[in-house]
């Protein structure tokens, strides 16, 4: 099927990453039919290489979600029609709490962290999060994600020389404040509300945000005149986006697009 009214995409990415890793994705929706934009984050319009520079870390570092939100209702507001919202992983928070605000046609949440609220399914979560960034609530400002846990938490069950191209391309620092406000009220989502369609994604093997917890945020949503869906893939991790067969969950969110408009 390909789109004759050209209805656009806002791909958010998610943190530590470069915008630039959705560009085979951009490609793909394109040949849909689609207009695709991949906006980067504040602060983070360049290449990996250059954004690891130290020089740009206190910008960085100054990143919280409430001014990401703003930045994203922005671009979206000058968009002509309320543009359909695919994130992954912190990406697909913020497009939970978008649809929130009612600024998007529908959104697929690919690896979504997890809003607020209480589940046993977080401990893992949060256990990882502290496991790499013991230092989260320290004075300084940004941290880079190592390649230890770069490929044994997030690329994992990906060739070595997959998992070592990727993290040179991609990686950048993150800033702290968009972790600590996970454990705050701005990430809450009001479950009963009336939403456009939402479509949860997960993976078998995601070591981060698995399956059950994804899961979880999906059953949140208790409003029955909205639709909302769920698909776990298996064999595949955190970072699909960059795995050899992407195009198989990008052909899959294209055919529920499909059925949703």
């Not at 479509?199 to 639709?227: A, C, G, Q, R, T």
């Not at 955190?238 to 992407?246: A, G, K, R, S, V």
Request: a positive charge; glycine letters at 4%; aromatic letters at 20%.
């Amino acid at each position: 099927m390909y789109l004759s009214n050209n209805q656009t995409i806002v791909f958010i990415s998610g943190a530590f990453m470069s915008h630039h890793y959705w560009e085979q994705w951009i490609v793909f929706f394109e040949s849909k039919g689609y207009k695709a934009i991949a906006p980067p984050w504040l602060y983070k319009n360049d290449t990996a290489e250059n954004l690891r520079e130290q020089s740009l870390y206190d910008k960085i570092g100054s990143i919280n979600l409430s001014e990401l939100l703003s930045y994203y209702k922005e671009i979206i507001e000058l968009l002509p029609e309320k543009p359909i919202l695919i994130g992954h992983s912190y990406g697909g928070l913020i497009v939970q709490l978008l649809i929130q605000q009612d600024l998007g046609a529908a959104g697929i949440c690919i690896n979504s962290f997890p809003p607020a609220g209480f589940t046993l399914s977080k401990f893992s979560f949060y256990k990882t999060i502290f496991s790499f960034s013991c230092s989260l609530f320290s004075g300084q400002k940004t941290f880079l994600l190592s390649f230890k846990n770069w490929k044994h938490i997030y690329f994992n069950n990906n060739a070595a020389e997959t998992q070592q191209y990727s993290y040179e391309k991609y990686l950048i620092p993150e800033s702290k404040i968009i972790f600590r406000d996970l454990f705050f009220k701005n990430t809450s989502i009001n479950f009963k509300r009336r939403h456009v369609p939402l479509f949860f994604i997960s993976f078998s093997e995601d070591k981060i945000i698995s399956p059950k917890l994804v899961f979880w945020n999906f059953k949140k949503y208790k409003n029955f005149h909205s639709i909302t869906c769920y698909k776990e893939f298996q064999n595949k991790n955190h970072f699909i986006i960059l795995d050899p067969q992407w195009k198989v969950t990008a052909q899959y969110t294209a055919q529920w697009l499909e059925k949703i408009f």
